[in-house]
């Protein structure tokens, strides 16, 4: 969470917005193998995750996740849609309450290559043949799985809260 001192001496534990977004092209995800920041392993380091982060002050949604995929995977993107808004207080493997965009996108143009130290390793993955549970960052894996839902059978999107 996020502390904030107010004028008044007040203070308050804001929660975070970030982005996830499930990059797809010829029917697989690219996942991020989470590194570090700063010198210092992130939380879920090591594990498979979509690609996402932080909304940053004065950004919209959509420039925060233009911005993560090229930073993350020096990738372009196309045809965006909001898949699900997560606002499940209990996230696992989280140490804060953020409240998450998932968006699905499809892959455009790659400049060049990631040189984010939050990247470890960047992969394709068959939408069929993922990392298993164990290996996947947060709930990355049930936004996955969703995904794959709305894939065989399209119903009304975005889907709010816990699914």
């Given at each position: 969470?996020?502390?904030?001192?107010?004028?008044?001496?007040?203070?308050?534990?804001?929660?975070?917005?970030?982005?996830?977004?499930?990059?797809?092209?010829?029917?697989?995800?690219?996942?991020?193998?989470?590194?570090?920041?700063?010198?210092?392993?992130?939380?879920?380091?090591?594990?498979?995750?979509?690609?996402?982060?932080?909304?940053?002050?004065?950004?919209?949604?959509?420039?925060?996740?233009?911005?993560?995929?090229?930073?993350?995977?020096?990738?372009?993107?196309?045809?965006?849609?909001?898949?699900?808004?997560?606002?499940?207080?209990?996230r696992p493997k989280e140490?804060?309450?953020?409240?998450?965009?998932?968006?699905?996108?499809?892959?455009?143009?790659?400049?060049?290559?990631?040189?984010?130290?939050?990247?470890?390793?960047?992969?394709?993955?068959?939408?069929?043949?993922?990392?298993?549970?164990?290996?996947m960052a947060f709930d990355?894996?049930?936004?996955?799985?969703?995904?794959?839902?709305?894939?065989?059978?399209?119903?009304?999107?975005?889907?709010?809260?816990?699914?």
């Amino acid at each position: 969470m996020i502390k904030c001192n107010w004028e008044d001496g007040n203070q308050a534990f804001l929660r975070h917005v970030c982005v996830d977004t499930l990059i797809i092209k010829d029917g697989k995800i690219l996942l991020n193998q989470r590194g570090t920041f700063g010198g210092k392993k992130i939380l879920e380091y090591g594990k498979w995750s979509t690609i996402g982060g932080f909304v940053e002050r004065d950004e919209t949604l959509e420039e925060a996740v233009k911005r993560e995929v090229k930073e993350e995977t020096a990738w372009t993107i196309k045809d965006l849609f909001l898949l699900r808004i997560n606002d499940n207080p209990n996230r696992p493997k989280e140490d804060r309450q953020n409240f998450s965009f998932v968006f699905v996108a499809s892959a455009d143009v790659r400049n060049g290559e990631s040189n984010d130290e939050e990247v470890l390793n960047l992969k394709w993955f068959d939408l069929n043949e993922l990392p298993v549970a164990e290996d996947m960052a947060f709930d990355h894996l049930e936004n996955i799985e969703l995904y794959k839902k709305w894939l065989q059978k399209k119903f009304s999107l975005p889907i709010l809260g816990k699914i």
